[in-house]
């Protein structure tokens, strides 16, 4: 024992106490704090890497982005679909739509609109934001139902 640690005369002035100070209680408190320190730094870490898109490269994932337009390339609401994921999203008003946490690899991409679709086929890079591009209607596509697929790989 340290001779900082050893107590004094006072503690025993009234006797022996019951319960007499634990010597490595500085250190326990010590430790405690390092540990709390450690797993905060831990949780923050790994929301950052979250938030910055490495935790996606760490996981072989990227975000699969893309416009769907008619066949006057107006922005619509189209319906879709990754086809191999069984996951679907809806285009917002400017015809937009997002994927997050799509596997690495080539991907078919089915977009539905009333009664046509078309397939397109894409590809994703992990930890990226991989834009599939405008995805067209062709002219006739809503006279003559569904379509055919397009190879859309960069």
């Not at 002035?13 to 390092?34: C, N, S, T, V, Y």
């Not at 934001?129 to 379509?147: C, E, K, V, Y």
Request: net charge neutral; glycine share 10%.
């Amino acid at each position: 024992m340290i001779f900082e640690e050893s107590p004094s005369l006072e503690l025993y002035k009234k006797g022996i106490p019951e319960k007499l100070p634990d010597p490595h209680r500085r250190k326990k408190i010590l430790w405690g704090a390092i540990s709390a320190l450690m797993v905060v730094v831990l949780v923050l870490g790994g929301i950052r890497m979250k938030q910055s898109g490495a935790l996606d490269w760490l996981t072989g994932k990227g975000t699969l982005t893309g416009v769907v337009v008619d066949d006057f390339h107006r922005p619509i609401p189209a319906d879709v679909y990754l086809l191999d994921l069984d996951r679907n999203t809806r285009c917002d008003e400017f015809g937009r739509f997002t994927f997050d946490g799509v596997p690495a690899g080539n991907h078919t991409i089915l977009i539905a609109y009333r009664v046509a679709g078309r397939e397109y086929l894409a590809q994703v890079f992990s930890g990226r934001i991989n834009d599939a591009g405008t995805l067209r209607f062709l002219p006739g596509d809503f006279d003559h139902g569904w379509s055919q697929a397009v190879n859309a790989l960069p």
